[in-house]
């Protein structure tokens, strides 16, 4: 049993299921992402934790208590929005106070929690002003503030990032994850952006058309992902799927894929079980991170294959220089270094690291496990 | 050849710009021209007026018309002047003024944030009630009246003009409501707030154009209604009727001068809550319209 249970939920509207069987256990002081493309269910699987919306069959139960039917302001949650949902009328201090009002606090505590979490987000100065005076970042903390007054047994965010710039969004970022470390409350955290799944967690729920489909640790989810939707979901730029033929000689597994010419490359691979696949296509799974010029290469890696191709496209990053060549008849992103001797049209010497790659079942499209 | 375009644009903008404020200024005179005849008129004895100079300012200044319309005029056979019948008329308007705009604001709430199975046909339905004209519904109006015993009364009148108002009124509350996030209903629900305390202390309080549209328009319709009043007025009649009664009787000398000052009388509160409130009322059809 864990602090947060979903246990088999499912949500239909009408004859439509947009989530199916959907099981997941949070711990208590885990921070959950819940990540996946628009429309994959995820906003509603938060918004039945919340009770916002009604849960079809199965059951969701927070801090032992099973809440199915509970109204949402007795299942001692708060809510952060994507538009932060400030009431405009009221001032910070109010705004922030509104839910412990409603609760029937009183004013002195009341007063004392307001004092205690303005000065957590450093919001002091700006709680006699009206929402419509503040900046996107301050509008964010506030709605960050309103939640954490409330001490709830767990944080629900809807996407809270998703409005700010580019840059107030990773400040943002960092800033909850301190705030979470410091405060050590269970968060369920719903987003679209893989970084943020990536930094943020503790675990991550992968979602697409209303199926979990991955739940792990972010290093799990990355080195190890389920499937090829999981693999080239997070990550950018994406995973690099290749179909290759398995070839196996004098017991060594070899992946044969073509090169830009057309010509056949064999590279070994570290799955010894992938022997049962001898003659048959697979897809392989390479980081472009994995790809690499040889000086750049990982020095702890002990399969790491010289490959020759020629380069399509160099895109300098500043930090990195990413390269496209083609192969398998795909194009494949590298992340050479910044000053890595690399220009489009010219032969070069690439290093992959094999430890690093993943099978998948071309027809399953599911990883296939080494034993 | 472009600064010759902007040459003769510049002159030319000046003789038309010279015309447009002349054409302007003549619809304003025109426009004036009843207002001031019926100031002018209402502040002459009335010889000078039968004397036949309508456009003259007075010769000799006199309030008494007014005096005589508001207390002692000839209202059909009683001389009360139209005050009794003004006093209806802020009996009646203030209510349902009050009522259609209230219950507007609640339909506009709870068919925004709280949908429910079929509410956009009962929204049509509603709509559709703006459409129908007054007529159509005297006689089961007054058959509806006469069996709730509220026939020939203020408070009859009061529920015929909120029945009439609350289509327009949650038209207008509806659009104004469907452009606020339903986040922030879902904020507050977490926070413990039940319907009606949303509805108080987040809702309403961001509602202020909207209300001043509402007001305006339901405060003119039901002041300026005729046809409800003289069917169903009865002894308390509003003042649109006990105007009708002061200028349309046929007996005795036509006082002009009166009926003049009656006129207005019976227009000023219109026009008052115009003056005040007129400058939000166009923000807040904007609002309304626009953004819904």
């Not at chain 1, 699987?45 to 919340?50: D, E, F, G, T």
């Not at chain 1, 949650?77 to 029937?104: C, D, K, R, W």
């Not at chain 1, 196996?248 to 490359?265: H, I, M, R, S």
């Amino acid at each position: 049993m864990g602090f947060l249970d979903i246990t088999n939920v499912t949500k239909s509207y009408g004859n439509v299921e947009v989530l199916h069987k959907v099981d997941v256990e949070v711990q208590e002081g885990e921070f959950l992402v819940l990540v996946g493309p628009s429309g994959c269910g995820k906003s509603t699987l938060l918004n039945m934790i919340a009770g916002l919306e009604d849960i079809t069959s199965g059951d969701i139960s927070i801090n032992g208590r099973v809440v199915s039917g509970v109204h949402p302001s007795k299942r001692n949650i708060a809510m952060v929005f994507q538009s932060y949902a400030l009431y405009p009328n009221m001032t910070v201090g109010q705004n922030m106070t509104f839910g412990l009002e409603m609760h029937g606090v009183p004013k002195p505590e009341r007063e004392k929690a307001l004092a205690d979490v303005s000065k957590l987000l450093q919001i002091e100065q700006l709680l006699d002003r009206k929402p419509g005076q503040l900046s996107g970042g301050q509008r964010q903390r506030v709605a960050m503030g309103r939640a954490l007054v409330r001490d709830p047994d767990v944080f629900l965010f809807d996407e809270p990032l998703s409005n700010l710039d580019a840059k107030l969004r990773v400040d943002m970022r960092t800033e909850i994850k301190k705030l979470h470390e410091q405060l050590k409350t269970t968060v369920v955290y719903v987003t679209h952006d893989q970084i943020e799944a990536l930094t943020l967690s503790t675990r991550i729920a992968v979602m697409n058309g209303g199926y979990i489909q991955q739940l792990g640790t972010p290093r799990e989810i990355y080195d190890t992902p389920a499937n090829i939707f999981v693999a080239t979901f997070m990550g950018s730029p994406a995973m690099n799927i290749v179909p290759a033929k398995i070839k196996v000689d004098n017991g060594v597994v070899f992946a044969e894929l073509t090169d830009a010419e057309g010509q056949p490359k064999l590279l070994r691979t570290v799955q010894s079980n992938l022997a049962a696949w001898d003659g048959r296509e697979i897809l392989l799974g390479i980081r472009p991170e994995a790809i690499t010029d040889p000086d750049g290469a990982d020095r702890k890696s002990t399969h790491l294959e010289r490959l020759d191709n020629r380069i399509t496209v160099t895109e300098p990053a500043g930090s990195d220089t990413f390269v496209t060549m083609t192969l398998g008849g795909r194009d494949v992103i590298g992340r050479m270094r910044a000053d890595a001797d690399a220009a489009a049209g010219q032969m070069f010497e690439f290093a992959i690291n094999m430890e690093k790659a993943v099978a998948f079942d071309p027809q399953t499209e599911d990883r296939i496990r080494p034993d | 050849m472009s600064v010759a375009t902007q040459d003769t644009a510049i002159s030319t903008g000046k003789i038309t710009r010279a015309l447009i404020y002349l054409v302007l200024l003549l619809f304003a005179l025109f426009y004036l021209l009843p207002l001031f005849v019926m100031v002018a008129n209402s502040l002459k004895p009335l010889d000078e007026i039968t004397g036949g100079n309508m456009l003259a300012l007075p010769q000799t200044w006199t309030i008494e018309p007014w005096l005589a319309a508001w207390s002692t005029a000839q209202i059909g056979v009683e001389p009360t002047g139209l005050r009794p019948y003004f006093i209806n008329s802020i009996l009646m308007v203030v209510p349902a003024v009050a009522i259609s705009t209230i219950l507007g604001a609640i339909n506009g709430y709870i068919l925004t944030k709280w949908r429910f199975k079929g509410d956009n046909i009962l929204f049509g339905l509603m709509l559709f009630s703006c459409f129908i004209p007054f007529q159509i519904v005297l006689i089961p109006m007054a058959t509806v009246l006469g069996k709730i015993g509220l026939a020939g009364s203020i408070p009859g009148l009061i529920l015929v003009h909120v029945v009439y108002g609350v289509g327009f009124t949650t038209l207008y509350y509806r659009n104004y409501y469907a452009a606020v996030p339903s986040e922030l209903v879902r904020a507050a629900m977490i926070d413990g707030a039940g319907f009606f305390r949303i509805f108080w202390r987040i809702l309403l309080p961001l509602s202020g154009p909207i209300t001043v549209v509402s007001v305006i328009w339901q405060f003119t319709n039901v002041w300026n209604d005729f046809l409800f009043g003289a069917s169903f007025g009865g002894t308390s009649q509003p003042m649109t009727v006990a105007l009708n009664n002061l200028v349309q009787s046929s007996t005795g000398v036509k006082e002009y001068n009166v009926h003049f000052a009656g006129a207005i009388l019976a227009a000023l509160p219109t026009l008052i809550v115009y003056i005040v409130a007129g400058r939000y009322f166009v923000r807040g059809l904007m609002a309304g319209s626009v953004k819904g």
